[in-house]
């Protein structure tokens, strides 16, 4: 099946820091996303994005589908950013990891006052 | 007004039990999923289901039978609970079977005493 690995696994900023979080995947995708897991345990969706670069307030994402890897950025953290970022593909043909999302095992973020 | 709602949020029960968890989504969607968030935060597919067809049945006991009534349901139904299915189950849906975002419901944690 399709392999998804992110980097790294572990981060501690200071409030204010900027940080870039890193997904590689193993084959072509159609759908890539996205997700914060907060303390609470909800995943909250941040950015569909099989390809392209997209912003939401102090969030940016960019996939690049031909080198298989997508960077979520970052900014000004603030410690409510603190928690799991996820980062979920589903191959793009007919075989073992299509129809579903596969999951990497996250970046645990830690932004400190 | 929640997309993808789960209940109950919480679940603790003895071994031996039989227990559902119920999932609804007012989205619209047409493929709804059930996943698996283990002790160390691993996500994993579980089932799909479209139109309310099951297309993806991953190896899970059959202990396990999700059930859907109508295409905006997808109830998860465990027999015999034993002390390995403590984990937190996530319901999500999609408005197709391929390359559309995904949202998910908040989580039912579920331990086994």
């Known amino acids: 099946g399709i392999q998804v690995e992110q980097s790294p696994p572990d981060l501690i900023l200071q409030e204010g820091a900027n940080s870039t979080l890193r997904c590689n995947f193993s084959d072509s995708v159609n759908n890539l996303q996205w997700f914060h897991q907060n303390p609470w345990g909800q995943l909250i969706n941040l950015f569909y994005?099989?390809?392209g670069t997209k912003q939401n307030g102090r969030l940016s994402a960019t996939t690049v589908a031909t080198e298989r890897y997508s960077l979520l950025y970052i900014s000004s953290s603030q410690t409510t950013d603190s928690g799991v970022y996820f980062c979920a593909v589903e191959l793009a043909y007919s075989g073992a990891g299509s129809y579903q999302l596969t999951f990497g095992k996250g970046t645990k973020l830690s932004v400190i006052p | 007004d929640t997309a993808v709602s789960q209940t109950p949020k919480y679940l603790v029960t003895q071994m031996g039990n039989d227990k559902s968890i119920k999932c609804e989504q007012n989205l619209g969607h047409d493929t709804m999923y059930w996943y698996k968030q283990d002790s160390k935060k691993f996500l994993k597919i579980m089932f799909s289901?479209?139109?309310?067809?099951?297309?993806i049945n991953e190896t899970v006991p059959n202990r396990f039978s999700p059930k859907s009534p109508d295409k905006a349901h997808l109830n998860l139904h465990i027999n015999s609970l034993e002390l390995g299915d403590s984990a937190v189950y996530f319901c999500?849906?999609?408005?197709?079977?391929?390359?559309?975002?995904?949202?998910f419901g908040q989580g039912t944690r579920l331990t086994v005493v």
């Open positions: 994005i099989p390809s």
């Open positions: 999500a849906s999609s408005q197709d079977s391929t390359g559309t975002e995904a949202f």
């Open positions: 289901y479209n139109n309310k067809e099951l297309i």
